[in-house]
Every structure is written in C-alpha cells, then in structure tokens.
C-alpha cells in the first residue's frame, strides 16, 4: 500500500470496533524467525485467554509451519493456562477471511510506528494493546 492506502486502511479500521492485540517480538534474526514467532505466539495466547478469547485464526503458511502454531498453542494451553481451558486455534488463507486484513493493518502499524512513522498507530492508539517480547533469538 502507498501512504494514502494505508492511511485510509488504518481510519477504516479505527471506525471498527474491538481491540487489536500485538505481541512484538524483537530481535528476529533470520535464520530464528520460526523460534520468534511461536514465542510471539505463547504470548498472544496468553493475553487473548486473559481477555476471554478461546480461538485463535491464523494465516495459513504451509502445513508444516501451521502444524508448529498448533504445537505451540496446545503447549501454552497445557503449560500457562488453566487446567481445563479450551484454546483452539486454526489457519484459513487469507483470501477466505477478510479480517485477517485487520490484523496486517495493525501489525503494519505497529512496525511503522517502530520505523519512525507513527501516523497509522496514532490512528488506531484506543484499538491497539502491544506486547514488547524479548525474543532472546
């Protein structure tokens, strides 16, 4: 997206209502990025379950990348979550599902703002909750 698509992306979905949860994970190394992301991933559902979400729809990658999510999930749920919880999480291309849009916006916020830009953050600052992770990679 050029400046004016983004900056018509992130009003559009200000006007939307809900939070957007971010877990920023830093530093992710190349060669670490799949360690990075199932530690980034531990933590949303950590603070999804703390805010009373039970599923999770993830961007399919690949079957094996996405069979790692599904790893990671149902590790979390057994180690940091109650006993009993139910935590489900799932992939979809993100052609089927359109609000895996909402998410690409706000990360792309979220990482513009990190770049100096903080117009597309300001925009959505009462939609956005971040995490700050040591990724430790």
């Known amino acids: 997206m050029d400046d004016e698509q983004r900056r018509h992306a992130a009003k559009q979905l200000a006007g939307v209502d809900g939070l957007h949860m971010v877990v920023i994970g830093t530093p992710v190394p190349p060669r ?19 805010a009373g979400v039970d599923t999770l729809i993830l961007e399919a990658r690949h079957k094996v990348q996405d069979a790692g999510d599904v790893r ?15 935590f489900h999480v799932d992939h979809c291309p993100g052609t089927h599902e359109v609000l895996l849009a909402a998410a690409d ?15 597309y953050r300001d925009v959505l600052a009462d939609r956005i909750y971040d995490v700050c992770l040591d990724t430790g990679c």
């Open 72 to 86: 990671t999930v149902a590790g979390v749920r057994h180690a940091a979550l109650p006993r009993g919880t139910r």
């Open 105 to 119: 916006i706000t990360a792309g916020a979220c990482r513009a703002d990190r770049l100096g830009q903080a117009e």
């Open 32 to 50: 670490r990025q799949e360690r990075a992301r199932a530690l980034c991933l531990a933590r949303l559902v950590v603070e999804l379950h703390g």
